[in-house]
């Protein structure tokens, strides 16, 4: 079992930055490929970015792309997103997840074989 726990979201304007933080705990979180997803007011959940166990490996959705990196510090059993350049479509809720499976990681994959946090909420204003 891995609780994960989210932190880091909230009000920012358009065009600012934000890093979120998800904590880990339980078993062994160097074991895990960790990743971040979200989910927007109406809108199934989607893919944002994911970091193999190490941290060599990462990829992320085209909608981010350029503007996200996702880190992860074993020693701390902690995963980040940092963003930059907000836009008010990067609202939602961001979950962190645990997976057994790096690429591709899903959402299906997530829950069929991993774990989800339970989401930290950003708002991007105009």
């Known amino acids: 079992q891995v609780q994960l726990v989210e932190s880091g979201g909230g009000l920012v304007q358009a065009g600012g930055s934000l890093r979120l933080s998800c904590a880990a705990s339980g078993r062994s979180f160097s074991s895990y490929a960790m990743g971040w997803f979200r989910q927007a007011p109406g809108k199934e959940r989607e893919f944002v970015a994911a970091?193999?166990?190490?941290?060599?490996?990462?990829y992320y959705a085209d909608s981010v792309k350029g503007r996200s990196t996702i880190s992860r510090d074993n020693a701390k059993d902690t995963v980040y997103l940092q963003m930059i350049s907000l836009k008010t479509q990067d609202t939602a809720v961001y979950y962190c997840?645990?997976?057994?499976?790096?690429?591709?990681?899903?959402?299906?994959?997530?829950?069929?074989?991993?774990?989800w946090g339970q989401g930290t909420q950003v708002i991007v204003s105009s």
């Open positions: 970091i193999s166990t190490s941290g060599a490996g990462t």
């Open positions: 997840a645990a997976s057994t499976f790096f690429s591709p990681m899903t959402v299906a994959t997530v829950t069929a074989g991993g774990y």
